[in-house]
């Protein structure tokens, strides 16, 4: 089993930066993939990247560009760097792990994003 969990947001003025951490423990061997999600107010949860176990990344349309995934593997820890933050950026932001395949069916806290305008 993997307990994942999510700090570094905040709130941040429209064209700022923040970086978001995932922090793994338990059965981190047997992640093949993190990714990042976020889900703002009155709207569905999405995929915004994710980082495998090679050097592959996906990233949402919305954020290319301006979010960068990264991983420690010595740290066990994913990183999110958002930058050119805009006002539609604001969302709670939760981390996931894909096993065998299969993501995670239970969510953290997650870390709320506010960028204002």
């Known amino acids: 089993q993997v307990q994942l969990v999510e700090s570094g947001g905040g709130l941040v003025q429209s064209g700022g930066s923040l970086i978001l951490s995932c922090a793994a423990s338990?059965?981190?061997?047997?992640?093949?993939?993190i990714g990042w999600y976020r889900q703002a107010p009155g709207k569905q949860r999405e995929l915004v990247a994710t980082i495998n176990s090679g050097t592959g990344a996906f990233y949402l349309d919305s954020v290319k560009g301006r979010f960068t995934i990264s991983r420690d593997n010595a740290k066990n820890t994913v990183y999110l760097q958002m930058n050119s933050l805009k006002p539609e950026d604001t969302a709670v932001y939760y981390c996931?792990?894909?096993?065998?395949?299969?993501?995670?069916?239970?969510w953290g806290q997650g870390t709320q994003v506010t960028v204002s305008s």
């Open positions: 338990g059965s981190t061997s047997s992640i093949n993939a």
């Open positions: 996931n792990a894909r096993i065998g395949g299969v993501w995670q069916s239970s």
